[in-house]
């Protein structure tokens, strides 16, 4: 278990914890058990951008989790961890009402939400501006 120090920025580190385990297990569910991801989300038609999507996930994922505990690792954290739910939670909302991709793509979307919110709040109490 990792320690914080008193006076860290407690929230930084859980996020960015958080968010890059949850990119990691997004990323490795189609890679490791295609079919129950695809149970879920869809038959997948294009393999390779399957494949390519889950790759980079798994990828800024370890990004995340490997930032340091200080300031700057934090926001280096929220950077990559902003970018990464911006765009799912953009597809989200662009493929599923157009019909494109399932509803449950939504599920997707409110936890992208729920960690843009997350980061904000980080950013917006001065995280990792000291």
Do not use: C
């Not at 385990?21 to 149970?39: C, D, K, T, Y």
């Not at 390519?52 to 929220?78: C, F, K, M, Y």
């Amino acid at each position: 278990m990792t320690t914080i120090a008193p006076g860290s920025d407690t929230l930084g580190h859980r996020l960015a914890r958080l968010h890059g385990s949850l990119n990691v297990a997004g990323g490795l569910w189609p890679l490791v058990h295609r079919q129950s991801f695809e149970a879920v989300f869809g038959a997948k038609v294009d393999r390779w951008l399957q494949y390519t999507v889950a790759g980079l996930l798994v990828g800024n994922g370890i990004a995340q989790l490997r930032a340091e505990d200080s300031p700057e690792g934090h926001r280096h954290a929220r950077r990559v961890g902003v970018a990464t739910a911006a765009t799912l939670l953009a597809v989200d909302l662009i493929y599923v009402p157009a019909g494109r991709i399932p509803k449950t793509y939504l599920l997707d979307a409110a936890m992208e939400a729920a960690l843009l919110a997350g980061w904000g709040l980080h950013a917006a109490g001065g995280g990792g501006k000291r």
